[in-house]
């Protein structure tokens, strides 16, 4: 991957956009060469037209002292991605690529907003205000249409109009859906969670058990009706869970080697029936994934990008 930097970038978040183009968010820190203790923090925007061989900066959003970059959200039209200063006022990173490439940083004006899920072009995201949380809707132009109570969430989905949402790392009742009546309803999930992801007909929370095995349940079209998907104990927490909303589903699952982490590609094409286990190599690197057509990629912090070419299943 020529043209990102050589050293002091972290890449956050990336997917391919079709066939050729893809694009990266990431965080670089870079130091004065004059004063070594000195260092600036910028969020950076690459893009690459050749497959991901040659990447070039789009943009670049300097921050002071970047506390926070992450939940990226990706929708029809766009990512979105939350950052957080460290005096507290909150951004967020609207990045279009449809029909042409774009970047702006939004001033919310709410501390601690972080986008959960997107509909109908509509953003949703929580923050929080006196110590308790708020779901907050915002329009295309970051407008806030409804504002509601709501609990502490880390991620969500949609499913046929009601948000399925976790609060990650927690016990018992972890597992919430703001139903179509306007009502919250929590239930318990197997596992403390992780991530939450969109498959077809239904979603799969990843997370590990209480005997720190690592486990991923499907539930359709209600939250009572649950699967188990996987399950292993060969390691001990889920580093990514990606899908192409369909049949595809993908976990990157880590355990530790001494003061390393390793990590292996596991992968099922049909919606969790099979699975298949890939080596990563240098997998301690391991920063992103995304999926597109027939293949999955994985990209390194050594600007490495590793395609695996699977058969997708076409139930």
Not at 146 to 155: G, R, T, Y
Not at 156 to 172: C, M, P, Q, S, W
Not at 181 to 195: A, E
Request: charged share 15%.
């Amino acid at each position: 991957m020529n043209g990102l930097p050589e050293s002091g970038f972290t890449i956050d978040y990336t997917c391919f956009l079709n066939q050729d183009s893809a694009i990266i968010i990431g965080r670089h820190k870079e130091y004065n060469d004059s004063f070594p203790t000195q260092y600036s923090n910028s969020v950076e925007i690459y893009v690459s037209n050749n497959k991901g061989s040659r990447w070039s900066l789009k943009s670049k959003f300097p921050f002071n002292d970047l506390i926070h970059s992450g939940n990226t959200i990706k929708s029809d039209v766009g990512l979105f991605t939350s950052l957080f200063s460290q005096n507290r006022d909150a951004y967020l990173l609207n990045t279009k690529y449809n029909p042409k490439y774009s970047a702006k940083l939004v001033y919310t004006g709410k501390m601690m907003c972080s986008p959960i899920a997107v509909k109908n072009n509509l953003l949703y995201s929580t923050i929080r205000q006196r110590n308790r949380a708020i779901l907050i809707v915002m329009n295309s132009t970051f407008q806030v249409t409804d504002s509601l109570s709501c609990p502490h969430l880390s991620q969500g989905v949609f499913l046929k109009d009601e948000l399925f949402a976790i609060r990650r790392h927690t016990i018992n009742n972890n597992m919430f859906v703001h139903d179509k009546q306007g009502h919250w309803n929590s239930y318990t999930c197997p596992v403390n969670p992780s991530f939450i992801a969109e498959i077809k007909d239904g979603i799969c929370i990843s997370g590990n058990n209480q005997s720190n095995d690592m486990e991923l349940y499907s539930y359709d079209q209600s939250a009572h009706n649950l699967q188990l998907l996987y399950s292993s104990n060969e390691y001990t927490f889920v580093k990514d869970l990606v899908t192409d909303r369909l049949n595809t589903i993908v976990l990157i699952l880590g355990y530790k080697t001494g003061i390393f982490m390793h990590y292996m590609l596991i992968v099922s094409n049909n919606s969790g029936k099979d699975w298949k286990t890939f080596d990563i190599p240098n997998s301690a690197l391991y920063a992103a994934c995304s999926i597109y057509g027939n293949s999955i990629y994985l990209f390194l912090t050594n600007n490495r990008l590793i395609q695996y070419s699977i058969e997708i299943s076409k139930e």
